[in-house]
C-alpha cells in the first residue's frame, strides 16, 4: 500500500497550489483520507480530511476558506487545493489514509487514527 503526494513547490504569498495524493495496491474510495503538515521544529498539524464516500470533511482553522479537499475515486486520488497562502502555510505536506469509520464525525484529523503515510512534499510560500 503506498500513497504519493505531488504538487508542492515555491509558489509567492497569495498565490495557490494544488496537492495530489495518489494511492497505489489499493482500492482508495474504501480509505478516508486526511492531510497533514509539518513545518521546522512544529508539531504535525492536521489540516483537513475527508471521509471515504467524500460526503463528509473537516478543516483546520487555520486553512479553513483558502483550503478545499476533495477526492476523484476512479482516478485513485485526493486533492488538496490551497489559495492565498501565507508563509506560515510554508510545510512538508503528507497525505494519509486509514480504513476506519468515525460515525457521526465523517473523519477526523488526528495523525494518530491513519495507517497509511506518503513521503510527503514541501511546500514553501516565500517572496
Known amino acids: 500500500l503506498q500513497l504519493v503526494e505531488s504538487g508542492g513547490g515555491l509558489v509567492q504569498p497569495e498565490g495557490s497550489l494544488r496537492l495530489s495524493c495518489v494511492a497505489s495496491?489499493?482500492?482508495?474510495?474504501?480509505?478516508?483520507i486526511g492531510w497533514f503538515r509539518q513545518a521546522p521544529g512544529k508539531e504535525r498539524e492536521g489540516i483537513s480530511c475527508?471521509?471515504?464516500?467524500?460526503?463528509?470533511?473537516n478543516y483546520a482553522d487555520s486553512v479553513k476558506g483558502r483550503f478545499t479537499i476533495t477526492r476523484d475515486n476512479a482516478k485513485n486520488t485526493v486533492y488538496l487545493q490551497m489559495n492565498s497562502l501565507k508563509a506560515e502555510d510554508t510545510a512538508v505536506y503528507y497525505c494519509?489514509?486509514?480504513?476506519?469509520?468515525?460515525?457521526?464525525?465523517?473523519?477526523?484529523?488526528?495523525?494518530?487514527?491513519?495507517?497509511?503515510w506518503g513521503q510527503g512534499t514541501q511546500v514553501t510560500v516565500s517572496e
Open positions: 494519509a489514509a486509514d480504513a476506519a469509520t468515525w460515525p457521526g464525525l465523517g473523519c477526523v484529523q488526528e495523525s494518530s487514527e491513519y495507517s497509511y
Open positions: 495496491g489499493f482500492t482508495l474510495n474504501y480509505f478516508a
Open positions: 475527508i471521509s471515504n464516500s467524500g460526503d463528509s470533511t
